[in-house]
């Protein structure tokens, strides 16, 4: 089995997001955490799609895959939300957060994850969509979790694991945990894959 299977080899995520380093450690995967330090510049213009895959492949960019033994695995991924064909990253400050949180209440948006998975022999890229519906957010309810939460490292402004998603969402339609921030089904077909020797 896969897990097994990882235990022969050195797992790093390339990531500062507390929500991935969980969801990896609920997949039963041991690793370790690794700093690719990278400006994280796309194309508004670009499919969504595109942006998360090239924002992942651009995280893996400066890890020399060569420098390390052959039983090694890197992890990248990003996420974005994409709602009425416009490109949310992460706010900037209190103002921006109430205003994507007030474009998203009683609105569907769409998740989209791209994920990059590398050993020094091979390096894959694929990506996972996941819609989400809120119901209609009150601006008490917007100030209420900003101040309390403070999603500033969060794609649209919110968790969907936190307050605001057990009260505000209505439906997730596709994988919950991409909502999170890693589509885990998709990481395990791609590690399957870049392991597949075994």
Request: include cysteine; charged fraction near 30%; aromatic fraction near 10%.
């Amino acid at each position: 089995m896969l897990v097994d299977v990882l235990k022969e080899y050195k797992v790093f995520l390339a990531s500062k997001s507390p929500r991935r380093r969980e969801l990896l450690a609920g997949m039963g995967v041991d690793f370790e955490i690794i700093s690719t330090e990278v400006e994280e510049r796309f194309n508004a213009e670009d499919a969504p799609q595109d942006i998360v895959m090239g924002l992942s492949r651009l995280k893996m960019s400066p890890i020399r895959l060569g420098d390390y033994p052959e039983k090694t695995v890197f992890i990248t991924c990003d996420t974005i939300v994409v709602v009425d064909g416009q490109v949310v990253g992460k706010p900037k400050d209190r103002a921006e957060a109430v205003r994507m949180l007030r474009t998203l209440s009683g609105n569907r948006h769409t998740v989209y994850s791209g994920l990059t998975v590398a050993t020094p022999k091979k390096q894959i890229t694929d990506f996972r969509t996941t819609d989400v519906v809120f119901e209609t957010l009150s601006d008490e309810m917007i100030e209420y979790y900003i101040d309390k939460y403070l999603p500033y490292d969060k794609a649209g402004s919110y968790g969907v694991q936190e307050w605001i998603g057990y009260v505000g969402i209505r439906e997730v339609h596709g994988s919950f945990y991409n909502v999170m921030g890693l589509p885990t089904r998709l990481l395990w077909q791609m590690l399957e894959e870049v392991c597949r020797e075994w």
